[in-house]
């Protein structure tokens, strides 16, 4: 009996399983924001990121864009800032230049 009581929970945790996943693959696309954005202008900022740089700065933008010790755009899957965002126009440097320290300027709430 309790061979089968296992192996119908199993089999139950399976089924929820398939079913989790199936309904994950089901999500709508996010919207990208930029497609009509023309080249070269700079990319607007996505609607989840509504007042943060008001509550936390450039530095809150550097957290997930910026080339530092704590941050890797790549980890976070975020755009990397561009070189030129940089003092001396290098990531090497790690800071940012001071004439883009006000990212909402450029890159204005989508």
């Known amino acids: 009996m309790r061979k089968r009581i296992v192996a119908a929970a199993l089999a139950l945790t399976m089924a929820l399983g398939v079913g989790a996943i199936a309904g994950c693959s ?13 080249p070269g202008a700079p990319p607007l900022m996505p609607p989840g990121h509504e007042g943060r740089f008001e509550q936390l700065g450039a530095n809150g933008c550097y957290g997930c864009h910026g080339a530092n010790d704590q941050a890797n755009p790549m980890l976070t899957g975020s755009t990397a800032l561009p070189e030129d965002h940089y003092q001396g126009k290098s990531s090497d440097s790690r800071e940012l230049d001071p004439t883009h320290d006000q990212c909402i300027t450029c890159h204005s709430q989508a």
């Open 26 to 38: 089901e999500q709508p696309q996010k919207e990208d924001v930029n497609a009509e954005v023309p």
